[in-house]
């Protein structure tokens, strides 16, 4: 079968090839709506990471307090959004939350996404920074309260510091699945590059063409997703520790 | 993504590559002679034309065409029997299936186009649809320009996300538009008050309105956005198949029983589509432009 690149060119409507590929005074091309498909992935993907890490933390670090009720807390929220499957709890988010908590329903669907994505990513993440957490010898916690640290000070300056090191690698992956996951946002009808594939390969023909170009979209866009962490990891990494060189 | 979902995918992966293999034009007839069996392609939500009432069991106008035109096909063949087969199929992989032979006869929502029909042939055309929009009874909403400023709802992947788009940039309205992933679910945003409009097939309104919890409280309103030819497809370059499908489809016009079929389903008949039955054509959609 020969290639059709030139399938991004054309007017979604004419189907005529625009001289640029991009359209302009009203006409719109597939690259346009590529391109609008992207920002879309992208925007929920960074919010919901954003929602997902600061949830998650917060729920990690209460998994690991001594009180047990802020354990009872911290395991109920982690299970519960672990064990529900992603596109069900896009689904209640979307339908069922705003029947019970009218005000909700007045939220865009954008948000809605975001807080569904972002809370199922934030119980994965709260699993690895508790992780983090117990992985750092007990006798670090216990010197940190001996020398009269309050818990919190404990928390800032002894504990997380370390472990928000050590769970940079499995971060760096939810922060990936987040991008790849963001796809569910087509179940409630943003326009995002899923969406844009079926819609596309409908209108033109050229399914093969479209799903590669949104495929080279996503991976583009965990590609530097991964790039970017692996360059914080080496900007905090401390010499000495978890196989940095002194 | 559903298994069925990828189940489909991998059809449509292995057609593909039967199509790629060089899979000759058949003759349908003497297929279904040799093996005693034909696979009939529907849909699982295509309103009053084709749907699934779960458990591999579809029900709908085209599919009650086909079993009707698949019994006079037995009756031509003098065959003892005839086993039926059912293959849901996704507008994405209804006419790479057909042309790989998976399926033989399909029978779910597709129009007759140009495009189309250099891969695949139709028979007559049963169905003619108009595009129009359902609204809630109580919203007052009787003409696409009255949504102006509001959200108008229509399904991925169909032609409607076309011709509403095409309203929008003839007429100078600005829609807010949203894209359900599948009918029911655009009909659900409709109904969640979400969207103030669901722009469709009239065959697809209806047949939501007809599921819906108070049908009453939904009309299908406005003025007609497109029109399209609806019709049975089969493979390319088979007469002798074209014209047992199309001669039982005309005997069921000319008597008049394919109107009870289709008011079966609770769909009155337009002007356009008597206008079709009167005179059976199989004329692609780009013929019923003005």
């Given at each position: 079968m020969p290639w059709d690149w030139q399938v991004f060119c054309k007017d979604n409507l004419e189907q005529t090839v625009v001289a640029g590929c991009l359209g302009s005074g009203g006409a719109v091309t597939y690259l346009d709506m590529l391109l609008g498909a992207w920002k879309w992935t992208l925007a929920v993907s960074v919010a919901a990471l954003l929602v997902a890490l600061l949830v998650g933390t917060l729920i990690g670090i209460l998994r690991t307090l001594p009180g047990r009720s802020w354990r009872i807390v911290g395991e109920a929220w982690t299970e519960l959004f672990r064990n529900v499957p992603l596109l069900v709890q896009i689904f209640l988010w979307y339908f069922v939350v705003p029947v019970l908590v009218p005000p909700m329903a007045a939220l865009p669907p954008f948000w809605l996404v975001v807080m569904g994505l972002g809370f199922f990513t934030s119980a994965r993440v709260a699993e690895q920074v508790k992780a983090g957490i117990e992985s750092l010898p007990r006798g670090q916690r216990h010197a940190g309260l001996a020398l009269g640290l309050s818990l919190s000070q404990t928390y800032r300056h002894v504990l997380l510091p370390m472990a928000f090191r050590i769970v940079i690698p499995p971060l760096t992956s939810e922060s990936m699945n987040i991008v790849k996951n963001s796809s569910v946002a087509f179940a409630v009808s943003i326009s995002e590059l899923t969406q844009f594939a079926m819609q596309a390969q409908e209108e033109t023909s050229r399914g093969i063409e479209v799903y590669l170009a949104v495929t080279g979209a996503y991976f583009a866009s965990a590609f530097v997703v991964a790039r970017c962490a692996s360059l914080v990891e080496r900007w905090l990494r401390v010499p000495g520790a978890l196989g940095a060189k002194r | 993504m559903s298994s069925k979902n990828l189940m489909n995918k991998t059809l449509l992966a292995l057609s593909l590559l039967a199509v790629a293999a060089g899979a000759q034009a058949e003759d349908t007839l003497k297929k279904i002679k040799a093996s005693g069996a034909v696979t009939m392609g529907v849909r699982e939500s295509s309103g009053a034309l084709s749907i699934t009432t779960g458990d591999n069991k579809y029900e709908g106008f085209h599919v009650d065409l086909c079993r009707h035109v698949l019994a006079d096909i037995k009756k031509q063949l003098a065959l003892p029997k005839l086993d039926i087969s059912y293959q849901a199929v996704t507008s994405q992989n209804r006419v790479p299936l057909m042309q790989g032979g998976s399926i033989d006869i399909e029978c779910g929502s597709t129009t007759n186009n140009t495009q189309r029909a250099k891969d695949v042939a139709f028979a007559v055309t049963t169905y003619v649809t108009e595009v129009r929009m359902a609204v809630k009874?109580?919203?007052g909403i009787s003409s696409i320009?009255?949504?102006?400023?509001r959200s108008v709802v229509t399904t991925t992947g169909t032609t409607s996300v076309q011709t509403l788009r095409r309203q929008e940039r003839a007429s100078n309205l600005d829609f807010k538009e949203v894209v359900g992933k599948d009918h029911a679910d655009s009909f659900l945003l409709l109904e969640s008050g979400r969207a103030d409009a669901f722009v469709m097939d009239d065959y697809i309104l209806a047949g939501n309105i007809a599921r819906a919890k108070k049908p009453a409280d939904f009309r299908i309103v406005g003025e007609v956005l497109a029109v399209e030819p609806i019709a049975i497809m089969f493979r390319k370059d088979d007469p002798a198949f074209k014209k047992a499908v199309d001669d039982s489809l005309k005997a069921l016009m000319k008597s008049g029983e394919i109107e009870k079929m289709l008011s079966k389903y609770g769909v009155t008949p337009s002007a356009v589509t008597k206008a079709a039955w009167a005179a059976p054509n199989d004329n692609p959609a780009e013929s019923y432009k003005k």
């Amino acid at each position: 079968m020969p290639w059709d690149w030139q399938v991004f060119c054309k007017d979604n409507l004419e189907q005529t090839v625009v001289a640029g590929c991009l359209g302009s005074g009203g006409a719109v091309t597939y690259l346009d709506m590529l391109l609008g498909a992207w920002k879309w992935t992208l925007a929920v993907s960074v919010a919901a990471l954003l929602v997902a890490l600061l949830v998650g933390t917060l729920i990690g670090i209460l998994r690991t307090l001594p009180g047990r009720s802020w354990r009872i807390v911290g395991e109920a929220w982690t299970e519960l959004f672990r064990n529900v499957p992603l596109l069900v709890q896009i689904f209640l988010w979307y339908f069922v939350v705003p029947v019970l908590v009218p005000p909700m329903a007045a939220l865009p669907p954008f948000w809605l996404v975001v807080m569904g994505l972002g809370f199922f990513t934030s119980a994965r993440v709260a699993e690895q920074v508790k992780a983090g957490i117990e992985s750092l010898p007990r006798g670090q916690r216990h010197a940190g309260l001996a020398l009269g640290l309050s818990l919190s000070q404990t928390y800032r300056h002894v504990l997380l510091p370390m472990a928000f090191r050590i769970v940079i690698p499995p971060l760096t992956s939810e922060s990936m699945n987040i991008v790849k996951n963001s796809s569910v946002a087509f179940a409630v009808s943003i326009s995002e590059l899923t969406q844009f594939a079926m819609q596309a390969q409908e209108e033109t023909s050229r399914g093969i063409e479209v799903y590669l170009a949104v495929t080279g979209a996503y991976f583009a866009s965990a590609f530097v997703v991964a790039r970017c962490a692996s360059l914080v990891e080496r900007w905090l990494r401390v010499p000495g520790a978890l196989g940095a060189k002194r | 993504m559903s298994s069925k979902n990828l189940m489909n995918k991998t059809l449509l992966a292995l057609s593909l590559l039967a199509v790629a293999a060089g899979a000759q034009a058949e003759d349908t007839l003497k297929k279904i002679k040799a093996s005693g069996a034909v696979t009939m392609g529907v849909r699982e939500s295509s309103g009053a034309l084709s749907i699934t009432t779960g458990d591999n069991k579809y029900e709908g106008f085209h599919v009650d065409l086909c079993r009707h035109v698949l019994a006079d096909i037995k009756k031509q063949l003098a065959l003892p029997k005839l086993d039926i087969s059912y293959q849901a199929v996704t507008s994405q992989n209804r006419v790479p299936l057909m042309q790989g032979g998976s399926i033989d006869i399909e029978c779910g929502s597709t129009t007759n186009n140009t495009q189309r029909a250099k891969d695949v042939a139709f028979a007559v055309t049963t169905y003619v649809t108009e595009v129009r929009m359902a609204v809630k009874a109580a919203s007052g909403i009787s003409s696409i320009a009255q949504l102006n400023g509001r959200s108008v709802v229509t399904t991925t992947g169909t032609t409607s996300v076309q011709t509403l788009r095409r309203q929008e940039r003839a007429s100078n309205l600005d829609f807010k538009e949203v894209v359900g992933k599948d009918h029911a679910d655009s009909f659900l945003l409709l109904e969640s008050g979400r969207a103030d409009a669901f722009v469709m097939d009239d065959y697809i309104l209806a047949g939501n309105i007809a599921r819906a919890k108070k049908p009453a409280d939904f009309r299908i309103v406005g003025e007609v956005l497109a029109v399209e030819p609806i019709a049975i497809m089969f493979r390319k370059d088979d007469p002798a198949f074209k014209k047992a499908v199309d001669d039982s489809l005309k005997a069921l016009m000319k008597s008049g029983e394919i109107e009870k079929m289709l008011s079966k389903y609770g769909v009155t008949p337009s002007a356009v589509t008597k206008a079709a039955w009167a005179a059976p054509n199989d004329n692609p959609a780009e013929s019923y432009k003005k």
